[in-house]
């Protein structure tokens, strides 16, 4: 693992690519959408076999691709092939429903695909990401193209073969590299049916303004700048694991993390030197060694903005409690590496630049609070709405406390959870839409309804 050097080049793929991956998509959508849906449903599970059984190919690829740690890296693959069975499991089970009217007749509804999807990822979780979008959408009939972002564009090709590999139709899963011009013309093209992103407010407020001027419906997956409330009658250790959790995967480049931990003053103190404490124990280095738990930031101008957001907090009165300094391993390969030690900042208050605005990198902010009043009011004040989490022993308070979050994921007791079988996705400028689950499928499909008359047709003319 050399972090800092070129893995490989790509050329970007300008509009004559991506007419041609769109339409190749559009021939593969006549096979794959007639098919049935046990069909489809065995094509998905082989793709998930092929997955687990190259788990650890795949991750240790992830790894050099993104930076992330590689025992991160085997969850991350362990979630893309449990995504593709859980789909599988749902592609055959798809169905309209009948519906009784007067006088024998009746009406029914048809769930259908919707063409060829556009699938624009993040480079946070780039396989992931990738499995998130296309399973929902190959069970549902659909063929996608997927643009990986330019930072992290290898793994997604690998996840093309596999499909390949597994009996799609040829072109039903095509890959297309490059930047913002790319997903441009994707966004433009009028063969593509709906587009779901996941990345930055501003460049999803762009694809939304693109996408209807052709009336395409779209998924935004956003950022976030997510609460994690820890009331005083919490289980302490659990409360600190769940920070840890809410703040530090992924080198802190996680959408949904809780970095506003606002927590109940009778216990700052306490909470606070126990998350110190761990925090330093935290190792940085080598994502390729079993033992790292903090890899590489993506890349040096988002380091440099993660470390602009720490020393802006120092300027706005935040106390550095532990890290934030840059970290250079001993290893001569890795001196040219992205590494940073994850942060902690106290002192923080509500108007400070680190607890309103999304940083993206391993920096926790702790924030005081006393009512559990105060503490709700506080934490909506934002305009993101991606997730919240709560952590107390009263199963009354945390049910009533998430009820009032206004976020679309929410966790109890635990933070960063994410089974394929539960639904995510935002409120506010968190984005719309959701990916996993059940619900994933009303945005990959659309309902045609169908009304049969029995009778004669009774004319009002």
Not at 252 to 269: H, P, Q, Y
Not at 389 to 396: C, E
């Amino acid at each position: 693992m050399c972090p800092g050097r070129v893995i490989c080049k790509l050329l970007c793929s300008g509009e004559k690519e991506v007419d041609l991956a769109v339409q190749s998509a559009k021939a593969a959508f006549k096979i794959w959408s007639q098919m049935s849906g046990m069909e489809r449903s065995r094509v998905l599970l082989e793709a998930a076999r092929i997955i687990r059984e190259q788990r650890e190919e795949i991750a240790t690829l992830e790894t050099i691709n993104n930076g992330k740690s590689i025992f991160e890296a085997r969850v991350d693959i362990d979630i893309s092939w449990q995504c593709l069975e859980y789909y599988a499991g749902l592609a055959g089970s798809l169905a309209g429903e009948h519906i009784q009217l007067p006088g024998g007749s009746f009406g029914y509804t048809r769930r259908e695909p919707l063409g060829v999807c556009v699938g624009i990822g993040a480079w946070n979780y780039p396989f992931q990401i990738a499995c998130w979008k296309s399973a929902p959408a190959l069970a549902c009939g659909n063929a996608m193209v997927f643009k990986p972002s330019p930072f992290t564009p290898v793994s997604v090709v690998r996840l093309a073969e596999i499909f390949t590999e597994a009996g799609v139709p040829k072109g039903l899963f095509n890959v297309v590299q490059g930047g913002v011009a790319t997903g441009q013309f994707l966004c433009h093209h009028p063969d593509v049916a709906k587009i779901s992103f996941t990345g930055s407010v501003p460049t999803g407020i762009k694809i939304m303004e693109m996408a209807a001027k052709g009336i395409k419906p779209v998924t935004l997956e956003l950022g976030g700048k997510s609460p994690l409330i820890i009331f005083s009658d919490c289980a302490l250790e659990n409360a600190v694991n769940g920070a840890l959790m809410a703040n530090f995967l992924t080198q802190g480049e996680v959408c949904c993390n809780g970095t506003r931990v606002f927590v109940e003053r009778k216990i700052l103190d306490a909470f606070t030197k126990e998350v110190v404490k761990r925090t330093q124990k935290i190792k940085v280095g080598d994502p390729l060694l079993e033992d790292t738990r903090m890899g590489a930031l993506i890349n040096r101008p988002h380091l440099d903005r993660v470390q602009g957001f720490i020393k802006q907090a120092k300027e706005q009165g935040a106390q550095v409690l532990c890290g934030g300094d840059l970290y250079v391993p001993d290893d001569p390969k890795l001196k040219n590496g992205y590494y940073m030690r994850p942060c902690v900042l106290g002192n923080c208050k509500d108007d400070m630049t680190c607890v309103k605005e999304e940083i993206f990198g391993p920096v926790m902010s702790i924030l005081p609070f006393d009512t559990e009043e105060e503490v709700l009011e506080r934490a909506n004040n934002t305009k993101f709405g991606l997730a919240g989490g709560v952590f107390t022993r009263d199963i009354q308070k945390a049910h009533r406390v998430v009820a009032a979050l206004k976020a679309g994921m929410c966790f109890i007791n635990n933070y960063n959870i994410s089974p394929v079988e539960l639904p995510f996705g935002g409120y506010k400028a968190s984005g719309f839409g959701r990916e996993n689950g059940r619900a994933a499928i009303e945005y990959y499909s659309q309902l045609k309804t169908v009304c049969v008359e029995m009778g004669d047709v009774e004319s009002v003319f």
